[in-house]
């Protein structure tokens, strides 16, 4: 058997299925876990956290008017801005409308008493503690803003709200009026510059028509320009109107002229409605087509109704296609004549142009002035307008911010939420305790499963011991814990390799692991099958099998091995057949590595003669050397591991020096495990009852106990289990 590697750590995983069975084998710890969170969050609750209330005023916050100027426009207020209600949700905390609502409703120390403070609390202290209570949101998709105040006092809470709404309130009106007061002083400054400009560009007007005698009419009007710009404007209307006629008749001619002879008898009707002429030829055109039908199938070609009806037809044809030409002749007619008139108003522009500029070139100067003098008489009429109306909205109620709930004290408590916390106390106790369970399993490194062992040491696993064993020989032969040991036996016997083989030790890597009661139930097992067994106490340091026979343990085996006594007389027999026991006697300070002795060896071999099976006790392998003296003499050895006691690494540590020392390690025994809560193991906690049951069964139809053959065919059953 190879040695397994030390320095090697068990690496430690967790399958799907291994997710309830580390639930169930922490449910205790879970469920403290989980209790304590939520008693703790309970008490927080219900009796450690004030209640706190809130109340909140709605108001609808709008943009203002826009800046002063000339032209009105309030419809630039509706438009939709992203950053405009988030601006004034700032401003609304900021330290100038929250220190006015400090100082309005004496905070500091109403604040101050709450925490109770005899000192009046700072400003600066106040706004960050009333700042941190309150909180200010939109209505989505509207410019309904609510703020919320959250305090202890209910209230206290409704009254700061409604005061945080006064307050900002007058400083958006005052922002109103000082912005409209400033914007209204500039445009009486602009007004009286204009006026004065205004002035002196007239007295220079006045002073070039004496001086140039430009002519003027009773209303004031210059001549020139009156009667030259009038005659050019009619002529430009009539040269524009002639060239629409003109363009839509061309239009038409050319969607006339691409077509067919059938096509425009057709389309002039709908072209040109006027014209019913070509409507009614058409209606007899058809009629003569219809009669001319008729004729052609009823009768024949020398009859005088079908020449008739043929002439008139070809009457009819002739008329339509001379009427259609005519239209289309007139069409062209009037095009021609229309882009002739064309012509001649776009030369009368021309030369009615020229008159006038010739004629004006002298007069260009009092006609720039004129038009300046015009323009600022507009201009100054239209700031004058301006400034009455500012004046009047500045006197009025501005609405961009409208109260539309005011704020009432709360009645009932927003914070603690009872529910939610409650809700949230049992969601992360739970969380928090199987957290903890599986962060526990994943640093406890001890031996679980049967893979474990199989995995980390390299060896089988022989026997799986189930909790709260006692010692067979006091429970009796129908024990339902002995099929355990006798599964023990049986995987034993068919691991020896040699049947010479019947020195037996027990050993373990650290104190508690069960290694004692494991080798007296094995040995006692062995003696109910009817081998004779001997058991040597040789945990010389802490001797513990006398205890569980209830002999004395005056003299044993050191006695022996010191030639104080002999063999015989250090052999006690028990209350079970076919087994004795040989105590350990009281260990001289003297006689330390005394199993190491040749003394040790030939009482071995002595007792390997007298006996058919002899197990010997050992202290723990990490504790003291004998345990590896034992490991080094015996025929066959067996480990014991504690189910979750020590880490793997210690259990590896203590195999290797069991192969170091050349011993015979048979296997391993997973002891003290809970069968009922661990899954991995219900097959043998099912299997044992059953054989228990099994065998109280038989003892009712008066079967033997002992019968070595029945119990053998179990034994191999369990063997090909494993």
Same mark, same amino acid.
């Given at each position: 058997?190879?040695?397994?590697?030390?320095?090697?750590?068990?690496?430690?995983?967790?399958?799907?299925?291994?997710?309830?069975?580390?639930?169930?084998?922490?449910?205790?710890?879970?469920?403290?876990?989980?209790?304590?969170?939520?008693?703790?969050?309970?008490?927080?609750?219900?009796?450690?956290?004030?209640?706190?209330?809130?109340?909140?005023?709605?108001?609808?916050?709008?943009?203002?008017?826009?800046?002063?100027?000339?032209?009105?426009?309030?419809?630039?207020?509706?438009?939709?801005?992203?950053?405009?209600?988030?601006?004034?949700?700032?401003?609304?905390?900021?330290?100038?409308?929250?220190?006015?609502?400090?100082?309005?409703?004496?905070?500091?120390?109403?604040?101050?008493?709450?925490?109770?403070?005899?000192?009046?609390?700072? =400003?600066?202290?106040?706004?960050?503690? =009333?700042?941190?209570?309150?909180?200010?949101?939109?209505?989505?998709?509207?410019?309904?803003?609510?703020?919320?105040?959250?305090?202890?006092?209910?209230?206290?809470?409704?009254?700061?709200?409604?005061?945080?709404?006064?307050?900002?309130?007058?400083?958006?009106?005052?922002?109103?009026?000082?912005?409209?007061?400033?914007?209204?002083?500039?445009?009486?400054?602009?007004?009286?510059?204009?006026?004065?400009?205004?002035?002196?560009?007239?007295?220079?007007?006045?002073?070039?028509?004496?001086?140039?005698?430009?002519?003027?009419?009773?209303?004031?009007?210059?001549?020139?320009?009156?009667?030259?710009?009038?005659?050019?404007?009619?002529?430009?209307?009539?040269?524009?109107?002639?060239?629409?006629?003109?363009?839509?008749?061309?239009?038409?001619?050319?969607?006339?002229?691409?077509?067919?002879?059938?096509?425009?008898?057709?389309?002039?009707?709908?072209?040109?409605?006027?014209?019913?002429?070509?409507?009614?030829?058409?209606?007899?055109?058809?009629?003569?087509?219809?009669?001319?039908?008729?004729?052609?199938?009823?009768?024949?070609?020398?009859?005088?109704?079908?020449?008739?009806?043929?002439?008139?037809?070809?009457?009819?044809?002739?008329?339509?296609?001379?009427?259609?030409?005519?239209?289309?002749?007139?069409?062209?007619?009037?095009?021609?004549?229309?882009?002739?008139?064309?012509?001649?108003?776009?030369?009368?522009?021309?030369?009615?142009?020229?008159?006038?500029?010739?004629?004006?070139?002298?007069?260009?100067?009092?006609?720039?002035?004129?038009?300046?003098?015009?323009?600022?008489?507009?201009?100054?009429?239209?700031?004058?307008?301006?400034?009455?109306?500012?004046?009047?909205?500045?006197?009025?109620?501005?609405?961009?911010?409208?109260?539309?709930?005011?704020?009432?004290?709360?009645?009932?408590?927003?914070?603690?939420?009872?529910?939610?916390?409650?809700?949230?106390?049992?969601?992360?106790?739970?969380?928090?305790?199987?957290?903890?369970?599986?962060?526990?399993?994943?640093?406890?490194?001890?031996?679980?499963?049967?893979?474990?062992?199989?995995?980390?040491?390299?060896?089988?696993?022989?026997?799986?011991?189930?909790?709260?064993?006692?010692?067979?020989?006091?429970?009796?032969?129908?024990?339902?814990?002995?099929?355990?040991?006798?599964?023990?036996?049986?995987?034993?016997?068919?691991?020896?390799?040699?049947?010479?083989?019947?020195?037996?030790?027990?050993?373990?890597?650290?104190?508690?692991?069960?290694?004692?009661?494991?080798?007296?139930?094995?040995?006692?097992?062995?003696?109910?099958?009817?081998?004779?067994?001997?058991?040597?106490?040789?945990?010389?340091?802490?001797?513990?099998?006398?205890?569980?026979?209830?002999?004395?343990?005056?003299?044993?085996?050191?006695?022996?091995?010191?030639?104080?006594?002999?063999?015989?007389?250090?052999?006690?027999?028990?209350?079970?057949?076919?087994?004795?026991?040989?105590?350990?006697?009281?260990?001289?300070?003297?006689?330390?590595?005394?199993?190491?002795?040749?003394?040790?060896?030939?009482?071995?071999?002595?007792?390997?003669?007298?006996?058919?099976?002899?197990?010997?006790?050992?202290?723990?392998?990490?504790?003291?050397?004998?345990?590896?003296?034992?490991?080094?003499?015996?025929?066959?050895?067996?480990?014991?591991?504690?189910?979750?006691?020590?880490?793997?690494?210690?259990?590896?540590?203590?195999?290797?020096?069991?192969?170091?020392?050349?011993?015979?390690?048979?296997?391993?025994?997973?002891?003290?495990?809970?069968?009922?809560?661990?899954?991995?193991?219900?097959?043998?906690?099912?299997?044992?009852?059953?054989?228990?049951?099994?065998?109280?069964?038989?003892?009712?139809?008066?079967?033997?106990?002992?019968?070595?053959?029945?119990?053998?065919?179990?034994?191999?059953?369990?063997?090909?289990?494993?």
């Amino acid at each position: 058997m190879d040695p397994a590697k030390i320095s090697e750590k068990p690496e430690v995983k967790l399958h799907f299925l291994d997710y309830w069975r580390v639930i169930q084998m922490r449910k205790s710890l879970i469920l403290t876990v989980f209790l304590l969170v939520v008693i703790t969050t309970t008490v927080m609750t219900f009796w450690l956290l004030p209640e706190k209330y809130a109340s909140f005023v709605r108001i609808q916050i709008m943009k203002d008017a826009p800046e002063v100027g000339l032209t009105e426009s309030r419809i630039d207020r509706q438009y939709f801005d992203p950053y405009f209600l988030q601006t004034e949700f700032q401003i609304i905390k900021s330290s100038t409308i929250l220190n006015s609502v400090i100082t309005n409703m004496d905070l500091c120390k109403k604040l101050a008493a709450q925490r109770d403070e005899p000192v009046e609390m700072p =400003l600066d202290e106040a706004y960050e503690i =009333l700042s941190k209570r309150i909180k200010v949101e939109q209505t989505r998709g509207t410019t309904l803003v609510e703020i919320w105040v959250y305090d202890f006092n209910r209230d206290q809470a409704a009254q700061i709200a409604n005061k945080i709404q006064e307050i900002y309130t007058q400083f958006r009106r005052g922002t109103f009026t000082t912005n409209r007061q400033a914007g209204i002083e500039a445009l009486k400054l602009q007004l009286a510059d204009k006026i004065a400009e205004l002035h002196r560009k007239e007295s220079a007007l006045d002073s070039m028509v004496k001086e140039k005698k430009i002519p003027l009419t009773e209303d004031g009007m210059f001549y020139t320009t009156t009667i030259y710009p009038e005659r050019l404007r009619r002529l430009e209307g009539q040269r524009i109107d002639a060239k629409e006629a003109y363009m839509h008749d061309s239009s038409l001619l050319a969607r006339i002229v691409r077509l067919t002879l059938n096509e425009q008898k057709n389309a002039l009707p709908t072209i040109l409605p006027l014209d019913n002429s070509l409507v009614m030829l058409t209606e007899r055109l058809g009629a003569a087509e219809e009669k001319f039908l008729i004729n052609s199938n009823t009768l024949g070609a020398a009859h005088p109704d079908f020449k008739n009806s043929k002439d008139a037809l070809e009457l009819v044809q002739r008329q339509v296609d001379e009427k259609v030409a005519g239209l289309v002749r007139g069409l062209q007619e009037r095009v021609d004549a229309e882009f002739a008139n064309v012509q001649n108003l776009e030369e009368q522009v021309r030369a009615a142009t020229k008159e006038s500029g010739e004629s004006s070139e002298e007069y260009r100067p009092y006609i720039r002035l004129k038009r300046e003098v015009e323009s600022l008489h507009q201009m100054t009429e239209q700031i004058e307008k301006r400034v009455i109306i500012e004046a009047v909205e500045v006197v009025q109620p501005n609405d961009a911010v409208r109260i539309i709930d005011i704020a009432k004290p709360g009645i009932y408590p927003v914070s603690p939420n009872k529910p939610l916390n409650l809700a949230l106390g049992i969601i992360v106790g739970l969380i928090v305790g199987v957290g903890l369970a599986f962060f526990i399993e994943y640093l406890d490194t001890s031996v679980k499963t049967i893979d474990d062992v199989e995995r980390a040491l390299g060896a089988p696993v022989l026997a799986v011991i189930p909790q709260q064993i006692g010692e067979l020989i006091e429970e009796g032969l129908d024990s339902p814990h002995g099929e355990a040991y006798r599964v023990l036996r049986t995987n034993l016997l068919f691991a020896r390799k040699d049947e010479t083989w019947n020195t037996i030790t027990v050993l373990s890597s650290g104190a508690g692991e069960g290694k004692s009661t494991t080798l007296f139930n094995l040995a006692t097992v062995f003696a109910q099958a009817g081998a004779r067994v001997l058991i040597v106490d040789s945990d010389l340091n802490r001797p513990s099998i006398h205890k569980i026979l209830h002999l004395s343990n005056t003299i044993g085996l050191t006695d022996y091995l010191l030639n104080k006594h002999k063999l015989e007389e250090i052999i006690q027999t028990t209350s079970q057949a076919n087994l004795d026991f040989m105590p350990s006697g009281r260990l001289p300070r003297t006689a330390m590595g005394i199993l190491s002795s040749n003394a040790m060896k030939e009482m071995i071999k002595e007792v390997k003669r007298r006996y058919d099976y002899v197990f010997f006790d050992a202290p723990p392998l990490l504790g003291v050397s004998d345990a590896s003296v034992l490991a080094n003499l015996m025929d066959m050895t067996l480990q014991v591991i504690q189910y979750r006691r020590y880490p793997q690494l210690m259990t590896i540590r203590a195999k290797q020096m069991i192969l170091n020392v050349g011993g015979h390690l048979m296997g391993i025994v997973l002891n003290n495990i809970n069968m009922s809560q661990d899954e991995n193991y219900y097959y043998y906690s099912g299997y044992y009852e059953y054989k228990a049951k099994q065998k109280g069964a038989a003892a009712v139809k008066g079967d033997k106990p002992g019968d070595d053959a029945s119990k053998n065919e179990g034994e191999v059953k369990v063997k090909q289990k494993y």
